[in-house]
């Protein structure tokens, strides 16, 4: 269970790449979820477009190295064209609006 694990916690930094990931992501499920529970899925519109909005504020590529000995939460790229484009497909149908 969740409150016996004690191992070590990280915390990476943000990336460009994960943010619209996520985006993408919370769009999607926002979609998947209006039909059950439209409560649910009006907080993972909201952030998606938190997230989107995020992206647009740093327009350009951010990235990060892991640390030493930790293998996870970077992205082996150095650009995030591929995951805005994404996200913003994701939110066009989403929103349906067009800034998307």
Known sequence: MPEEDHAQFYLFPVSSMATADYAASMALASRVYRAYD????DRLQEAAVRAYGW??????????KNPESCNTGEYDDVC???ERLWAAAEMLVTTGEQKY
């Open 38 to 41: 439209g409560d649910f899925a």
């Open 55 to 64: 992206l647009e504020r740093y327009s350009e590529y951010v990235g990060f």
């Open 80 to 82: 995030d064209l591929d």
